[in-house]
């Protein structure tokens, strides 16, 4: 049986998840699952990227939005809209 060695290239693993690209698929993916769980002005996408990667927060910004959440988990069934 032969030996197989795998050495990450961290950083470019990283400058990967850091850009643009990816950022904006996220940001994409997360307005797509703001609308099916209402959307403006109930739910807003907020871009927040760290040092190692892209990120992207979808969240309530209001009290109809929080009472969505709770009461019909709208925002967590949204979540299926950003897949693909």
């Known amino acids: 049986m032969s030996k197989f060695r795998l050495e990450m290239n961290v950083e470019g693993f990283n400058e ?7 950022q904006d698929n996220l940001h ?6 703001a609308e099916a769980a209402g959307g403006a002005p109930d739910f807003e996408v907020i871009d927040d990227p760290s040092r190692s990667r892209a990120r992207v927060i979808v969240k309530t910004a209001t ?3 929080r009472e ?9 069934r949204g979540f299926d809209a950003g897949r693909g």
């Open 16 to 22: 990967i998840r850091r850009s643009q690209a990816i």
């Open 28 to 33: 994409a993916r997360g307005v797509r699952i």
């Open 68 to 76: 969505a959440e709770a009461t019909e988990r709208a925002l967590t």
């Open 63 to 65: 009290a109809a939005g």
